[in-house]
């Protein structure tokens, strides 16, 4: 059987690092915001070319504080992708904010920055834009927009660690970037954790007390902040892994290319540019029979997950979008199929599965 993912097998290479470094944040006594959490901050900083990082508590949280940050008029717009996972319009909504969804790209499924214009209001304040399954988006337009239309951006680089767009990094372009480290994340921790990097000092500090309870000396109050702090030993896991994370991406990318060579042209693979760096959070490939095609697989072994089931603006929870059209998106959901590409899976892995999606055809 090939599973889709196993994150005791995902960990494995790292376990003793991990339980040396589990005994010394034990010892330690320290187990929120400590040494551990400003040595990853530091060092994740760097990795992204940024001059500053806070820890959070999750991605979720790193998107709503970056937000909660900019300190905008309620009601303001924030401009996002029609095909992003839940959390990037959730994080909108949480801090007060108007989502307003526009369709990806059908080739990257990323925003489609030819459809961002339109969708520009004088209430509009912030481009939020999400590099999906480890695509960078395509920046020099994105950046062209924001700067014309004097809009904040923000990067969504949940699914992107050590993604790149022209030799830069995701998460060194906008004025804010958020991190999810959940455990599938390509820098996954043992738990739920997130960051936010930035160049601004300003930000940076407003962000530190946000995350806690609105406060730089403790018991005095300054904003209305959250309880969103990362842990002692997931920084000290996450420090372990970021000197491994270039690693794990090429293994991925490297599992990418055998899909790429193998994969019969008929299905729709990712799109390929050399402009992109792309690190594979998600493979995906899309097929009009794409429920058969994961029974198939399935029958045989091999086991597939759907990223996303349902588009955002047809889910219960935002009934008010439910009777919005977002044909591209709504394609892509109904079509694709993500197939394994852990830190895990081998070359025959790889062959296994491409002989049997070929059989399929
Ligand atoms: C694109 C995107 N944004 C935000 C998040 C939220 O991250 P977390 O689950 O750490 O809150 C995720 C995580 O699944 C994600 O994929």
Redesign the pocket.
Known sequence: MIEYENLFKANKPFLEEYKKAFDLVLKSGWFILGDKVEEFEKNFADYNNRKFCAGVA????A?TISLMALDLPGGSEVIVPSN??I??ILSILHSGYQPVLVEPDISTYNIDPQRIENAITPETRVLLI?H?YGKPCDMDPILEICKRRNLFLIE?C??SHGAKYKEKKTGSFGDLAAF???PTKNLGCLG?G?AIVTDSPEMYKKIRMIRNYGSEKKYYNEYIGLNSRLDEIQAAFLDIKLKHLDKINDHKRALAKLYFNGVDPKYILPAEHPDYFDVYHIFNVRHARRDELKKFLSERGIKTEIHYPVPPHQQKAFSEMNSLKFPVSEEIHRTTLSLPVSYFHTEEDMHFIIKNLNEFL
């Open positions: 999750s991605g979720l949280d998107l992003t996972y959390a990037t999400v999906l969504d949940a699914q999810s480290f959940y739920d997130g």
